[in-house]
């Protein structure tokens, strides 16, 4: 199985910060990687998929970039919406696998 | 409009059989669904995903012999089912469609809740 590592793990953040989380894969792979957002009581939402690509409807604040085993989510200007745990998703070989989460705090 | 509806929570005890359900609307085409757990206050957990069209199911080894995963195209409905629970089957279940192009979980059912307590 390919295993997921999400840091931090949790991050304290003021609005208007840019926010970086990043996800490490233990086997390389292209660019089969999804991120999510998740707040409480919600179903994850889609925000990226295939690396970087961006999902309809998404802000463009948020972006995505890397390959290989090394991954991130960037948020370049924090707003009150996105509060919330974010996860990162293989889906390059099965079983897909998700990262552990990263909950963005308020600072 | 896109849609995942799932049954509703379910309350049951050790060692009783369940079925849950995840209804698919507003699309035409066959897509892959996923089922994901998250348990009380932790992390998703990818336990497979179907492809309704040929009932092509991919299991993680966490979950295979324990869930079984089946649909019914005719009916867009995908079901994920256990023979016997254990008190370690609470959680929250989650259906989820694989996008078409590129990939990543685009749409989500709203979760089912299983309790299993004696």
């Known amino acids: 199985d390919i295993q997921m590592t999400q840091s931090p793990s949790t991050l304290s953040a003021s609005v208007g910060d840019r926010v970086t989380i990043t996800c490490r894969a233990s086997?390389?792979?292209?660019?089969?990687l999804a991120w999510y957002q998740q707040k409480p009581g919600k179903a994850p939402k889609l925000l990226i998929y295939k690396a970087s690509s961006l999902e309809s409807g998404v802000p463009s604040r948020f972006s995505g970039s890397g390959s290989g085993t090394e991954f991130t989510l960037t948020i370049s200007s924090l707003q009150p919406d996105d509060f919330a745990t974010y996860f990162c998703?293989?889906?390059?070989?099965?079983?897909?696998?998700f990262g552990q989460g990263t909950k963005v705090e308020i600072k | 409009e896109v849609q995942l509806v799932q049954s509703g929570a379910e309350v049951k005890k050790p060692g009783e059989s369940l079925e849950i359900s995840c209804k698919a609307s507003g699309y035409t085409s066959t897509y892959w669904i996923a089922w994901v757990r998250q348990m009380p206050g932790k992390g998703l957990e990818w336990m497979g995903v179907i492809y309704p069209g040929d009932s092509d199911t991919k299991y993680s080894p966490s979950f295979q012999g324990r869930v079984t995963i089946s649909a019914d195209q005719s009916i867009s409905t995908a079901y994920l089912q256990w023979t016997s629970l254990k008190a370690s089957d609470s959680a929250i279940y989650y259906c989820?469609?694989?996008?078409?192009?590129?990939?990543?979980?685009?749409?989500w059912g709203q979760g089912t809740l299983v309790t299993v307590s004696s």
């Open positions: 989820a469609r694989r996008r078409g192009t590129g990939g990543g979980l685009d749409r």
């Open positions: 086997q390389s792979f292209d660019t089969w």
């Open positions: 998703q293989q889906y390059n070989t099965y079983p897909w696998t």
